[in-house]
């Protein structure tokens, strides 16, 4: 198994930032693309930004310019930095890995909480 370890979230104001990381772990993996998705209170979970191997990203166009996303590959880790905060962007933020022990397979973490309140 691969386990994901979700931080870094929390309750900021709007126009505020955050960073959240996810670290995963386990025996014998490896790691295709890092990503988060968020899923808000009566809608679908969406994708919000993923990194490959390579270091190509993409981003819901909703965040594009404010939030950003990288991966220590070292670490086996993936953070967003996210600024400008919005309350739109109130959710639960998932971590998601596309990895291969036996075969590949994605991979969730739990989820960590953002709110954007004032």
């Known amino acids: 198994q691969v386990q994901l370890v979700e931080s870094g979230g929390g309750l900021v104001q709007p126009g505020g930032s955050l960073r959240l990381s996810c670290a995963a772990s386990?025996?014998?993996?490896?790691?295709?693309?890092m990503g988060w998705f968020r899923q808000a209170p009566g809608k679908e979970r969406e994708l919000v930004a993923r990194?490959?191997?390579?270091?190509?990203?993409n981003y819901a166009d909703s965040v594009k310019g404010r939030f950003t996303i990288s991966r220590d590959n070292a670490k086996n880790t993936v953070y967003l930095q996210m600024n400008t905060l919005q309350s739109e962007d109130t959710a639960v933020y998932y971590c998601?890995?596309?990895?291969?022990?036996?075969?590949?397979?994605?991979?969730w973490g739990k989820g960590t909480q953002v709110t954007v309140a004032s």
């Open positions: 990194i490959t191997n390579e270091g190509n990203t």
């Open positions: 386990g025996s014998s993996f490896s790691i295709a693309t």
């Open positions: 998601h890995v596309y990895a291969r022990l036996s075969a590949w397979s994605n991979y």
